[in-house]
């Protein structure tokens, strides 16, 4: 069975650079087929899937978070990591990692890390 587990700072100060990084176990997160994506949902709003990256090592983004965006991954450690840059406190916000299956779906999901920005 799949599971994954963010892991996050926290706190991070507006400007500052969001690192949040997501362990995988019971999976590869080379598994053809499969993708990892990122979402995050801020206080009494909805989510907001912000991008993946796919089992070939592709990463594809939300259109309107792309410029602040980086996804990568340690296929050693079978992690992957997501980097905002820029952030402000409306970037606060649960953020979960979820698998992407061939259908579509997110198939699974970690609890979540909230992440606060403040100063």
């Known amino acids: 069975q799949v599971q994954l587990q963010e892991s996050g700072p926290g706190l991070v100060k507006p400007s500052q650079t969001l690192s949040v990084t997501c362990t995988v176990s019971?999976?590869?997160?080379?598994?053809?087929?499969?993708?990892w994506s990122w979402i995050r949902q801020p206080p009494g709003k909805g989510l907001e899937w912000m991008g993946a990256?796919?089992?070939?090592?592709?990463?594809y983004y939300n259109p309107s978070l792309k410029s602040r965006t980086s996804i990568s991954r340690d296929t050693s450690k079978n992690q992957f990591t997501l980097q905002l840059s820029s952030v402000t406190p409306e970037d606060t916000a649960v953020y979960y990692c979820?698998?992407?299956?061939?259908?579509?779906?997110?198939?699974?999901w970690g609890q979540g890390t909230l992440v606060t920005v403040s100063s």
């Open positions: 979820a698998r992407d299956g061939p259908t579509g779906a997110l198939d699974a």
């Open positions: 019971g999976d590869s997160i080379k598994t053809n087929n499969y993708d």
């Open positions: 990256i796919g089992y070939s090592d592709s990463s």
